[in-house]
Nanobody, 110 residues
């Protein structure tokens, strides 16, 4: 199983980014996919999850700003990040089962 996260970068506060996570080696549409983020001094935090049938869940701090979605045909999960804030700065990881991608850095400048 491999996960390839991409789409991170430097963005101004209030701006938008879309993260992508391409998954191979697993029956993609059978499983929930999770996005976590990690800041060295804060640790790791669950951000969002999408179930195999499309149900979406968010940590309170990103509700109304982030949207998770999945394309089962392409085996990609997306995290649309709008109205970003400085506290969204982190390395973002996608996970499925016990597998983790390599992470993509998101840096929000104020």
């Amino acid at each position: 199983v491999q996960l390839q996260a991409s789409g991170g970068g430097l963005v101004q506060a209030g701006g938008s980014l879309r993260l992508s996570c391409a998954v191979t080696g697993v029956t993609f549409d059978h499983y929930a996919i999770y996005w976590f983020r990690e800041v060295s001094w804060k640790g790791r935090e669950g951000v969002s999850c999408i179930s195999n049938d499309g149900g979406a869940y968010y940590v309170e701090s990103v509700k109304g700003r982030f949207t998770i979605s999945r394309d089962n045909e392409k085996k990609i999960v997306y995290l649309q990040m709008n109205s970003v804030k400085s506290e969204d700065t982190a390395v973002y990881y996608c996970t499925i089962l016990t597998y983790w991608g390599q992470g993509t850095q998101v840096t929000v400048s104020s």
